[in-house]
């Protein structure tokens, strides 16, 4: 009973998640439709990647990475604003739940060293933050944005056009943010410089970007696979057994949930009275609900006002925790490292879910509004 609920305590997102998708299924009986819901590259490439991840760690790679980044910054606003900002960065050429999964280790490696995991939970927010409204401003930054590209067959002049000003706005709101950081010395807990092994660091960093050349669609998912879990193999078996599998699953469990909304006629009416003439709105309302990838596939269909939905599905980020999956993985990789550094019970799960919505909803009353109004300006 003991290990039961500490199993449900330790993957309450994953078991939250299977409970919505099989209270759907209760609504949309299971068919050959089901298929259509996964998108089988993000699920491919979040496994594979996180896999990569593992390899990386077990070489003690991140804590060189972070070391040398430590001894570049001289205070905690520096080096907090500097692993946000590489998220946002990496966000522009790559997808924004790859650029979570690649950073969030190596911002909590960074904290360790300097003894500032009491900034983590702000940390991983900022991150998370970043890595979606950083996204936005480029076809490839997050899903969404690649589905409306292709189906609206938006011309890449004219995508920069519409974000550009939500862009410019939350790049100032996240500066600001990070400008509450005090600046505290930083105290390094351990100055030397981590060693290790150079010939697989090259290995695995030719798998990462097959991986990124996977999202970016020129390379088949299938060949990669094959590719990196053999690499994995030769190189670090014990990889496979550090890979957080709950995450894939939980992406999983979301797109039935979503798809089979999506097919619920009484979602389909309110959606299709709605969505026409209070497309943004409905918009971001319904990433609250079934986050904001299926929400793009499935107003697409009721609306021809993409640039309203194009902008929306992008600020809706800024909402609940689960209104798009990087929030899900920030949270997934936030509990593993309270539980790891025995901090859970007092700034555990609950403490992050609640500093999340507290800035979520700040930041949304500020930057949708504003959105909104600059599509009437572009």
């Known amino acids: 009973m003991v290990k039961v609920l500490n199993f449900l305590k330790t993957n309450f997102i994953l078991v939250i998640a299977i409970c919505a998708a099989i209270v759907s299924c209760f609504f949309v009986p ?22 990569i991840i593992a390899a990386f760690s077990n070489i003690q790679f991140f804590e060189k990475i972070g ?17 946000i900002f590489i998220t946002y960065i990496s966000a522009l050429i790559n997808a924004n ?11 909590y490696i960074v904290l360790k060293y300097t003894n500032n995991l009491k900034y983590l939970a702000f940390t991983f927010i900022m991150q998370n933050i970043a890595s979606n409204l950083g996204g936005m401003i480029t076809p490839i930054g997050n899903p969404q944005n690649l589905y ?11 995508f920069f056009k519409i974000m550009l000003i939500p862009t ?34 090259i ?6 970007i097959l991986t990124l050349l996977v999202v970016l669609g020129i390379f088949p998912w299938y060949i990669a696979t094959a590719v990196i879990i053999f690499a994995i193999c030769l190189c670090d078996i014990k990889a496979f057994l550090k890979v957080d599998y709950s995450v894939t699953f939980v992406f999983i469990a979301f797109f039935i949930f979503s798809g089979n909304m999506a097919r619920i006629p009484s979602v389909i009416n309110l959606m299709n009275s709605f969505v026409n003439k209070y497309t943004f709105i409905t918009a ?16 697409s269909k009721f609306t021809n006002n993409y640039a309203h939905l194009l902008v929306s599905v992008n600020v809706a980020s800024l909402g609940i925790i689960f209104s798009s999956l990087s929030g899900v993985i920030a949270l997934k990789e936030y509990i593993k490292v309270s539980k790891k550094e025995k901090f859970e019970k007092k700034k555990g ?14 930041g949304a009353i500020i930057l949708v509004p504003l959105s909104y109004l600059s599509l009437y300006i572009i």
């Not at 739940?97 to 911002?107: E, G, I, K, R």
């Not at 290995?203 to 990462?208: D, E, M, R, V």
């Not at 971001?284 to 107003?299: D, E, F, G, H, M």
């Open 203 to 208: 290995i695995y960093a030719i798998l990462f």
């Open 97 to 107: 739940d790859m650029s979570l999964l690649t950073f969030l280790p190596l911002a």
């Open 148 to 158: 409306i590209f292709s189906y609206y067959n938006i011309g890449i002049l004219e």
């Open 168 to 201: 410019l706005i939350a790049l100032v709101l996240i500066i600001v943010v990070c400008m509450f950081v005090k600046k505290e010395p930083l105290v390094y807990k351990n100055n030397e410089i981590t060693m290790f092994n150079t010939k697989k660091a």
């Open 67 to 83: 070391k040398i980044i430590v001894k570049k910054f001289k205070n905690t606003r520096s080096i907090i604003m500097c692993l």
């Open 284 to 299: 971001y309302l319904s990433c609250q609900v079934i986050s904001n990838v299926p929400t793009a596939v499935l107003l």
């Open 349 to 362: 799960a609950w403490h992050y879910i609640l500093l999340d919505t507290i800035f979520n909803v700040v």
């Open 30 to 51: 299971i068919d050959k439709e089901y298929l259509s819901y996964f998108n089988v590259d993000t699920l491919v490439c979040i496994t594979l990647l996180m896999l």
